[in-house]
């Protein structure tokens, strides 16, 4: 199994730039893809992005040209980076990140993203 840590959710103005952070540990070497979700009150939870472990991206529609996913791996972890340009009050959620490994899916403790002047 992993462990994810999420950081980097706040209050931004729109137009402004968050980067959210995600810290696996555990057995990172059957980590398939890592990614992150949000989710609004009375909504589904929706892919935001996703990197595989071939660095293969996945983006939804709304954040594309303006969210980039990015991986770094060390010795016994491995971090996902998502980086939020251009922020619209429409993005205010709460980002989940996620990893995919041997059939099994785990989740963060979600961050706080909000966009308002």
């Known amino acids: 199994q992993v462990q994810l840590v999420e950081s980097g959710g706040g209050l931004v103005q729109p137009g402004g730039s968050l980067r959210l952070s995600c810290e696996a540990s555990g057995r990172v070497f059957s980590i398939y893809a890592m990614g992150w979700y949000r989710q609004t009150p009375g909504k589904q939870r929706e892919l935001v992005a996703h990197?595989?472990?071939?660095?293969?991206?996945?983006?939804a529609d709304s954040v594309k040209g303006r969210f980039t996913v990015s991986r770094d791996n060390a010795k016994n972890t491995v971090t996902v980076y998502l980086q939020m340009n251009s922020l619209k009050p429409e993005d205010t959620a709460v980002y989940s990140c996620?990893?995919?490994?041997?059939?099994?899916?785990?989740w963060g403790q979600g961050t706080q993203v909000t966009v308002s002047s």
């Open positions: 996620n990893a995919v490994l041997l059939g099994h899916s785990y």
């Open positions: 990197i595989t472990r071939d660095d293969n991206t996945n983006y």
